[in-house]
T-cell receptor, first 113, second 111 residues
Framework: EPEVTQTPSHQVTQMGQEVILRCVPI?????FYWYRQILGQKVEFLVS????????KSEIFDDQFSVERPDGSNFTLKIRSTKLEDSAMYFC???????????FGQGTRLTVV | QKEVEQNSGPLSVPEGAIASLNCTYS??????FFWYRQYSGKSPELIMF????GDKEDGRFTAQLNKASQYVSLLIRDSQPSDSATYLC???????????FGKGTHLIIQP
């Protein structure tokens, strides 16, 4: 069964460093998403990506965040200068259409120290 | 501000009984509703989605939607210990791509 894959599963970084989280969405899906979940809190939408551009972004997705689809399969989230409060699980998801069901990857646990 | 509200629980249900999970949403423009299951430390796993008023059944699961009351529910029949998890309700639509999630209801199935 097709699935969304994310790497790495766990990333530890020092405050102020840049991190890149990687995702391979399901191949025939057109919409790609990043969500985050701070420990003990709800899943929060960050950004959606369609047709090689950002379709929608939340208030959380400020200038320190960026997304890219560098090739036909990968989808990345970059955090330029990490803060302690960026520590969270980051989930990539993909879906076939806008506002349709989204399938989540296993997540990357980001720890900023 | 779009909100999805769920009782955080825990909701304790004996094995074999029906578990009933509820969710309300604030944005009347929401069109699609999703139930995800999340085990501790894992990612959300899609169980069901519903777009139309009424009931939708899939195996042991039934999703119910009442747009007039802005209410979504999930029934799990013949509950199993493996159903013990946090159940997340999510809404989308109204011009938005992303899902708005509730905090989730922690369900415990007692053997």
């Amino acid at each position: 069964e097709p699935e969304v894959t994310q790497t790495p599963s766990h990333q530890v970084t020092q405050m102020g460093q840049e991190v890149i989280l990687r995702c391979v969405p399901i191949s025939n899906h057109l919409y790609f998403y990043w969500y985050r979940q701070i420990l003990g809190q709800k899943v929060e939408f960050l950004v959606s990506f369609y047709n090689n551009e950002i379709s929608e972004k939340s208030e959380i997705f400020d200038d320190q965040f960026s997304v890219e689809r560098p090739d036909g399969s990968n989808f990345t989230l970059k955090i330029r200068s990490t803060k302690l409060e960026d520590s969270a699980m980051y989930f990539c998801a993909s879906g076939q259409g806008r506002s349709t069901e989204a399938f989540f990857g296993q997540g990357t646990r980001l720890t900023v120290v | 501000q779009k909100e999805v509200e769920q009782n955080s629980g825990p909701l304790s249900v004996p094995e074999g009984a029906i578990a009933s999970l509820n969710c309300t949403y604030s944005d009347r423009g929401s069109q699609s509703f999703f139930w995800y299951r999340q085990y501790s430390g894992k990612s959300p796993e899609l169980i069901m989605f519903i777009y139309s008023n009424g009931d939708k059944e899939d195996g042991r699961f039934t999703a119910q939607l009442n747009k007039a009351s802005q209410y979504v529910s999930l029934l799990i029949r013949d509950s199993q210990p493996s159903d013990s998890a946090t159940y997340l309700c999510a809404a989308s639509g109204g011009g938005a791509d992303g899902l708005t999630f509730g905090k989730g209801t922690h369900l415990i199935i007692q053997p």
